[in-house]
Antibody, heavy 116, light 107 residues
Framework: EVQLVESGGGLVQPGRSLKLSCAAS????????MAWVRQAPKKGLEWVAT????????YYPDSVKGRFTISRDNAKSSLYLQMNSLKSEDTATYYC?????????WGQGVMVTVSS | DIQMTQSPASLSASLEEIVTITCQAS??????LSWYQQKPGKSPQLLIY???SLADGVPSRFSGSRSGTQYSLKISRLQVEDIGIYYC?????????FGGGTKLELK
């Protein structure tokens, strides 16, 4: 059974950093692209980042480019999202997902609140 | 960037009714379109991929279709468990973009 479990969320002040983790199991992690998707409170879904199988290629929308960094550790079957210079508009639930063109499996999500 | 215009934003329907939700892509995206269902307080779940293929475990009352750059999700006989918010996603090119969502309620 595919499982994705996010962790690392919480309350953080504007301008500070936070690192999210996603532990994957039930599939060969190193064979799949992975992604982060976020959802602000009462809002729609926004794709945040995608990483290739080896980690050599990463993709971001303009809204987070230069502030967020996606990475992975295939030996640990883990995905990460380093978020720097956080803004109030980054407040959201962050989901990790397996990215095979479509997003076929999602984690339960982790809440990040950016507030002073 | 490719824009995905989803309609309607909200929809109220009766049990057993046929429901259709559409997404209009701002340019050709081929069949790189998927649909997701999000129930209250839950993560999104994949329903349809490749515009028309049903994801594993999804009831056959769900179907997807394409006409040019317009994509549709159809629920043939609405059930109580289908209530939630539906999103489309284009995976043709980065930045990958979601539609704005359709909130489906029971009449």
């Amino acid at each position: 059974e595919v499982q994705l479990v996010e962790s690392g969320g919480g309350l953080v002040q504007p301008g500070r950093s936070l690192k999210l983790s996603c532990a994957a199991s039930g599939f060969t992690f190193s064979n799949y692209y992975m992604a982060w998707v976020r959802q602000a409170p009462k809002k729609g879904l926004e794709w945040v980042a995608t990483i290739s199988t080896s980690g050599s290629r990463t993709y971001y929308p303009d809204s987070v480019k230069g502030r967020f960094t996606i990475s992975r550790d295939n030996a640990k079957s883990s995905l990460y999202l380093q978020m720097n210079s956080l803004k109030s508009e980054d407040t959201a639930t962050y989901y990790c997902a397996r990215h095979v063109r479509q997003l076929d499996y999602w984690g339960q999500g982790v809440m990040v609140t950016v507030s002073s | 960037d490719i824009q995905m215009t989803q309609s309607p934003a909200s929809l109220s329907a009766s049990l057993e009714e046929i429901v259709t939700i559409t997404c209009q892509a701002s340019q050709d995206i081929g069949n790189w379109l998927s649909w997701y269902q999000q129930k209250p307080g839950k993560s999104p779940q994949l329903l349809i991929y490749g515009a028309t293929s049903l994801a594993d475990g999804v009831p056959s009352r769900f179907s997807g279709s394409r006409s040019g750059t317009q994509y549709s999700l159809k629920i043939s006989r609405l059930q109580v468990e289908d209530i939630g918010i539906y999103y489309c996603l284009q995976a043709y090119s980065a930045p990958w973009t979601f539609g704005g969502g359709t909130k489906l309620e029971l009449k």
